[in-house]
């Protein structure tokens, strides 16, 4: 293949395959006079690292892996990374008409609302009066915490504060790993008959993060339910509305 034949193969353009060869991501073609040919292991280079772009991968990170791992091992380093993020691949995006996220979730949309979504990245506008839904999960849960009576524009921001330190604990999770099943792996050379634990360790990884993030907010829910209802019983005992405690005390001052 031409590189123009490749990049319609890939679905790319020629810039972008240019400017993944520039970076080593890709092998350089077999030369013909001043023309380069490229072949199917091109093409399915670069079919996985516009997967491993997809699931959140940069180029950066990419281009190190590649870069210190050899070159015949360097597409068994990528394709075991993209195998690697199979038990954590959130679930596909959902695209429908506005119209109809109403109606998906259940709950009325109102302006306010609409326009806190599309600020948190929860939705997308799309051409032709449609939108994508990045992490339905998410927003069905956001959904039904509306149905109990939380305020939406309180749960976005409730949102961003469970992705920082929901994400903080993932970082640990993945930098243990990486210091230690995948450096023994790395350091040993990749070793065919180890590749199917390592993936093994990975998906074993999800359900244990989960189960440790869920048994601490049971431990730590009763304690802050504790502590409601003494200032509850505090505002009783002292004749104030038992609202907001953070509002029966300035309206003591």
Do not use: C, K
Not at 80 to 88: D, N, V
Not at 213 to 221: C, G, I, P, V
Request: proline share 6%.
């Amino acid at each position: 293949m031409t590189v123009d034949v490749l990049a319609g193969r890939a679905g790319m353009t020629v810039r972008n395959i240019r400017a993944h060869a520039a970076r080593g991501l890709l092998p350089p073609p077999r030369l013909q006079g001043r023309t380069g040919y490229y072949g199917a292991e091109h093409l399915a280079r670069l079919e996985l690292i516009t997967q491993l772009q997809e699931q959140g991968f940069a180029l950066s990170a990419i281009e190190r892996l590649v870069a210190s791992t050899p070159r015949q091992s360097a597409e068994e380093a990528l394709a075991q990374y993209l195998h690697m993020l199979a038990p954590w691949a959130p679930e596909p995006s959902l695209e429908m008409a506005a119209a109809e996220l109403p109606g998906w979730l259940g709950v009325e949309v109102a302006g306010d609302t609409w326009q806190a979504l599309v600020d948190a990245g929860l939705v997308v506008h799309l051409d032709g009066g449609r939108i994508r839904v990045p992490n339905p999960g998410l927003v069905r849960a956001g959904a039904e915490a509306v149905r109990l009576g939380l305020p939406p524009a309180d749960l976005v921001v409730m949102r961003e504060e469970l992705t920082t330190h929901v994400g903080a604990v993932t970082a640990r999770f993945v930098d243990l790993f990486r210091r230690t099943v995948w450096a023994d792996y790395v350091g040993d050379g990749l070793p065919a008959d180890r590749a199917q634990h390592v993936r093994d360790v990975v998906g074993a990884l999800q359900p244990v993060a989960a189960q440790a993030l869920l048994a601490t907010f049971r431990e730590s829910m009763p304690a802050a339910i504790s502590l409601f209802l003494d200032e509850v019983s505090d505002a009783f005992e002292q004749g104030r509305s038992p609202g907001d405690g953070a509002a029966a005390a300035d309206s003591d001052g």
